[in-house]
């Protein structure tokens, strides 16, 4: 069975379960939650303070929300791959279009706006860079914001339709 994400109100479902001292099966039957993950869980209330006689409010809460966001942020990936492309930054953002200045002069040599994949494929193939399309686009979203694509809508006349 697939992993499944576990949210704070399975927890507090998985904590009342065990106020109530329910086993770990039951639990499992009625959650769907791993007798070994359940076991994490409660581990961790107790450490936050959380006894079977203690109220489930959002302050007696708040400690194991903490440890649980703490655990999680320290067992993320980190996003290094996108760090590759900073040396990159100003010949990715002229190249699709966001370092433009308006002088007279940008009006009448205008430079070729690529598409971001054209540029990730142009810029691994030049630099070396193993990385995937989606983090390199990753990385010009969070830089640059989301790039505009240009629309073409044709209209139909009867000399396109022979």
Avoid at 4 to 12: E, V
Avoid at 15 to 41: C, M, N, V
Avoid at 123 to 146: D, P
């Amino acid at each position: 069975m697939a992993r499944r994400a576990i949210n704070m109100f399975d927890i507090q479902n998985l904590l009342h379960w065990w106020q109530q001292g329910h086993p770990l099966e039951f639990i499992h039957r009625s959650l769907g939650i791993d007798p070994k993950t359940a076991r994490k869980y409660i581990k961790l209330a107790q450490e936050a303070g959380i006894e079977k006689e203690t109220p489930l409010t959002p302050e007696t809460l708040q400690p194991l929300l903490e440890k649980i966001v703490a655990i999680r942020l320290a067992n993320a990936p980190a996003p290094h791959s996108q760090k590759e492309w900073e040396p990159y930054r100003h010949v990715i953002g002229e190249a699709l279009g966001f370092n433009k200045q308006d002088t007279d002069e940008s009006q009448y040599a205008k430079p070729e706006t690529l598409t971001v994949k054209t540029l990730w494929r142009r810029l691994v193939r030049q630099t070396g860079i193993k990385s995937s399309y989606s983090t390199f686009r990753r990385y010009v979203c969070a830089t640059f914001g989301e790039p505009s694509v240009p629309t073409m809508i044709r209209h139909l006349t009867p000399t396109n339709l022979l």
